[in-house]
């Protein structure tokens, strides 16, 4: 059977893409020393995904030349030439409506998926381990199997108790040798011959540490078969606060507290939840309560200076500046001050001058804001910021102060899942004086939509619409792009990114504002941190750019380049020093280029001080 | 008890006992032929079994109460034909019937009009290897390339079997074990209660219901099989209709399951949507936009996409040096798809619109 329309629709782009992706899946699978099917397979797919392309392309070309060719002859009966129209629509179209397809079975997914009991507490495993060695064996045995066995495990009906026992020393031995994919096939084929193995359940779990969603699940069963035994509640406690479900994790740390009262890997794991969850204030309470009695606990201590500097109101100087093609300059001074921090809530103020300069004109520009920084649970962060920017008298234009802030809410499920990311903010341009004499400001909504589609595979759609006002008119700039990003380890992260922004006209307020701006790139993101917190984190991206000036088709394709680098190096406790360089050679896609050909570089190093 | 089913114990408990007298000296596999007015057909199929590289432990032909001399002309053969007490109603209910007298660790189901390649067995165990496969199957092409239809249907298989569903096998997620020809590890199908006539797509239903249980499903484009492709447009409808029919119904009966299959969850989204949107778009959009807007341009929508059909198909046919055949097929393959659509549209509006869903098996050919 043959579902569907072969070809046509969305199937056809879908594997396209399907097919385009195989190479990027191979080389992770490769990389993480996975079981792939080889690279014949993905070239052979890979060479008939790219001679679609090729002839599709061959296609539409010689559909506009015969279209051209037939207004010249028939000039009356033809209808305009649609020239690169139709299969940039029809491109277009099956692209947004394949994005939309997806997603939907994404949020349908996730809609769809039962929640764990969120109250489940010592009684009820109880009762769920009466169950799980009766009635409901059912149930329980597809969700072993499903879930773990069916990926490592030998056939189960050639399983018995004999077999079990023999896998489970051989799994235990590979476990002690740190034989780890080896015990995990091992203990999976305990499991398929004796699903109620509990020591197979929980080593098993230990050895999915990196898999939290199959993790969980093994250490919720092994709860469930084992409803006395702390540990089980410890493991699955960590595991869920790891993945930012901090009030289950608690829970679960309660529970095992209950059966093991000063056990300290409950309470230091708990204390450890509370201050992922930004409870410091609770966290250095539990973490003093220990010491009290433990005086000696030097992990603790520093755990519990650690949550003191996060709590600790903090001062951060800042000094930064920019330099661009056209022989702007900016440089900035300024810092934030944030309040002491007990709960998810922290609130601050933030206040730069910046003075602004082409060598001939200079303008200053003060900036006062308040922000507030909450974390209402682990998936979700918000962040907010109200204030004003005043703009110094420069030309004819008198001193104005433009009211400015932000609103930003990003929600990430916290098994690994979807991720969405929306901003809303209004600020002025002072990339130069004559934007900032001029008064552009940007008024900006935006989102970010994060679908994972394969293991590490995960597509993003950014769309985003500023309205540009300045005292000579007021401009729309909108902005679509496409993101591919693969996770070839937890720290490293390739993409391939289609970005289209186009401006509803011209300007004369000192942008650049074409008509169309394609950019193609390849990125790559890097962030490394070592067991002293020094972070390193790389964002680079490289690929082509074209642009269509207002009215105009759509010039040659040129490179385009960007580079964000950030190194934050820990001086001292509650002392970090953090160095952001910014880098661009593709200026129109922001609004202060000024031409298709503009460069720009900007740095800010900043130190954050707890106090006291 | 039919004398079929008497003879086929006896041979069994023989077995038991006395191996070297095993029906047929093969590999662990036994081979379920579902046959109902098969008397033509079925021939091809059981020699094409007997002449496999590896031959099968058994070969049951369930002759499901034809009128034809079906179980005669297979038992000539010497294969085991087992006949139910009355018509099962469908393939799932004769497969079921067939799989009772099962007794290796493997099972082919193969259609009654399908013949495999010589190597087509032996090409399939392989993927056996793997202890978390439950299923596997093979390339399917049609055995006749004469009519319109056939022709279609050629292209179709030619484009789907090495482009489509060997990138769903990259994924680990072939769409469909196809029902003419597959392998399957026979305690697992037993767990499945076999066959379920639940949909008229018993194929689909079964390898969706093995991906939600936690098997893994494989496609082996180098197992070959050949099926009857029906040659005239009222086969054709008939086995359009049916097959639209079952994917809805599956559909229907699967989604909330399948949404926890990544990558099918997608492959059959996306097959719905353009079974349903893109049918629209095709059939009705198309013609009135241009009509609506006079851009007769707006109808080169029916064949923009010809690149992406031709690509694979001249790959897939380059391999098996059918160049000519398949260049000249090509056009069917558009006219097909025309009809597709509109059986898909009906089956969507039958199923799930007017909430009338097809019951009754009907045979394609």
């Keep these: 059977m043959a579902a569907g329309l072969p070809g046509t629709g969305i199937g056809g782009m879908f594997y396209l893409i399907s097919a385009l992706a195989t190479p990027l899946r191979e080389g992770y699978l490769r990389l993480r020393g996975r079981k792939s099917r080889g690279w014949r397979l993905v070239v052979a797919l890979t060479a008939i995904a790219g001679s679609i392309l090729a002839g599709l392309w061959a296609t539409s070309w010689l559909l506009g030349l015969a279209l051209s060719a037939s207004r010249r002859l028939l000039p009356a009966a033809t209808t305009p030439h649609p020239g690169n129209l139709l299969p940039a629509v029809a491109l277009l179209i099956s692209v947004g409506t394949l994005a939309g397809v997806l997603l939907g079975v994404e949020v349908l997914r996730l809609w769809v998926r039962r929640r764990p009991h969120p109250e489940a507490t010592i009684d009820e495993y109880k009762s769920r381990r009466a169950v799980a060695a009766g009635e409901r064996r059912s149930r329980i045995l597809p969700f072993v199997l499903g879930a773990v066995v069916a990926a490592y495990a030998r056939p189960a009906a050639a399983q018995g108790a004999t077999h079990a026992t023999s896998h489970l020393g051989r799994a235990d031995s590979a476990y002690t040798a740190g034989d780890a994919r080896a015990a995990a096939q091992e203990y999976a084929a305990v499991l398929a011959a004796d699903p109620w193995n509990s020591h197979a359940t929980y080593r098993l779990a230990q050895l999915h540490r990196h898999d939290p969603r199959l993790a969980l699940r093994l250490f919720r069963r092994y709860v469930a078969l084992e409803p006395s035994d702390p540990w089980g509640y410890m493991a699955a406690a960590e595991v869920l606060a790891r993945t930012g479900r901090y009030g289950e994790a608690l829970r679960y740390y309660d529970d095992a507290l209950r059966l093991a009262p000063g056990e300290r890997d409950a309470v230091v794991g708990r204390a450890r939840t509370l201050a992922r969850a930004r409870r410091t204030g609770a966290a250095i309470v539990v973490y003093e309560r220990w010491l009290a009695s433990h005086p000696t606990d030097a992990e603790v201590k520093r755990e519990l200076a650690a949550a003191q500097v996060a709590a600790a109101p903090a001062i951060t100087p800042l000094v930064g500046g920019s330099h661009d093609s056209d022989g702007n300059t900016t440089l900035r001074l300024g810092g934030a001050a944030e309040l002491a921090a007990p709960g998810p809530v922290r609130v601050g103020v933030r206040a730069t001058r910046e003075q602004v300069g082409d060598g001939v004109t200079h303008v200053g520009l003060d900036e006062l804001a308040l922000r507030a920084a909450a974390r209402p649970s682990g998936a979700l962060q918000i962040e907010a910021e109200g204030g004003a920017t005043r703009v110094d008298a420069v030309g004819g234009a008198g001193v104005t102060i433009t009211p400015t802030g932000q609103l930003r809410a990003r929600w990430r499920d916290p098994m690994g899942g979807p991720a969405v990311d929306l901003r809303a903010r209004r600020n002025v341009i002072d990339a130069s004086p004559l934007l900032a004499t001029n008064r552009v400001v940007r008024t900006e909504i935006g989102a970010i939509i994060e679908v994972p589609v394969a293991s590490g595979l995960k597509l993003r759609g950014i769309g985003r619409t500023a309205a540009l006002s300045s005292a000579f008119d007021v401009n729309h700039r909108t902005t679509f792009a496409g993101v591919a990003a693969l996770a070839v380890t937890p720290s490293v992260e390739v993409s391939g990114q289609v970005h289209e922004i186009r401006y509803s006209r011209p300007s004369s307020a000192g942008y650049f504002a074409p008509r169309l701006i394609q950019i193609a790139q390849v990125a790559s993101y890097i962030e490394l941190e070592t067991a002293r917190s020094f972070v390193l984190a790389f964002d680079l991206g490289a690929g082509v750019q074209r642009v269509a000036q207002q009215g105009a088709a759509l010039g040659p394709w040129r490179r385009a380049l960007r580079l964000y680098s950030l190194v934050a190096v820990p001086l001292a406790p509650g002392r970090e020093l953090r160095f952001e360089l910014d880098g661009d050679d593709s200026g129109v896609a922001t609004e202060s280029a000024t031409t298709a050909q503009w460069r720009y570089v900007s740095m800010q190093l900043s130190l954050r001080v707890a106090l006291p | ?365």
């Design chain 2, 1 to 365: 008890m039919s004398s079929s089913v008497a003879r086929l114990k006896h041979r069994w408990s023989r077995d038991r006992t006395a191996p070297v007298l095993r029906p047929v000296a093969g590999v662990d596999v036994t081979v379920i032929i579902p046959a109902y007015n098969e008397a033509a057909s079925v021939v091809d199929t059981i020699k094409s079994l007997q002449g496999q590289t590896m031959p099968p432990a058994a070969i049951i032909v369930v002759d499901d109460c034809s009128t034809d001399g079906t179980g005669d002309v297979a038992r000539v053969l010497g294969v085991v034909v087992v006949r139910p007490p009355t018509n099962t109603g469908s393939k799932a209910g004769a497969q079921n019937f067939g799989l009772r007298y099962v007794r290796t660790p493997l099972t082919v189901a193969v259609d009654a009009d399908t013949i495999l390649a010589r190597d087509a067995l032996e090409s399939l165990l392989p993927a056996f290897h793997d202890p978390g496969v439950a299923a596997a199957c093979g390339f399917v092409l049609p055995q006749r390339v004469r009519s319109v239809w056939e022709r279609g249907r050629y292209i179709e298989y030619l484009f789907a079997f090495t482009y489509y569903k060997r990138l769903q096998e990259y994924y680990g997620k072939p769409l469909i074990s196809s029902g003419c020809f597959s392998m399957y590890r026979t305690d697992i199908l037993r767990a499945h209660n076999g066959w379920s006539n639940r949909t008229l797509a018993e194929d689909v239903d079964l390898t969706w219901s093995l991906y939600q249980a936690g098997h893994a499903v494989r496609f082996v484009p180098e197992a070959v099989c050949y099926p009857i492709e029906p040659r005239t447009l009222t086969l054709m409808g008939t086995q359009l209709r049916r097959w639209s029919h079952g994917f809805v119904q599956n559909v229907r009966l699967h989604w909330r399951g399948l949404l926890a299959v990544p990558y099918l969850r997608s492959a059959v989204a996306v097959a719905f949507w353009d079974a349903t949107i893109a049918a629209t778009v095709y059939l009705v959009l198309l013609p009135v936009l241009a009509l609506l807007l006079a851009r007769p341009w707006i109808l080169i929508g029916y064949v923009i996409d010809a690149p992406a059909v031709i690509v694979p198909v001249l790959a897939g046919a380059a391999r098996r040096r059918e160049i000519r055949r398949a260049i000249a097929s090509i056009p069917a393959f558009f006219v097909l798809r025309t009809v597709n659509a509109v059986f898909f549209l009906r089956a969507v509006c039958a199923e799930l619109l007017l909430g009338r869903s097809l019951r009754v098996y009907e045979k394609g050919h």
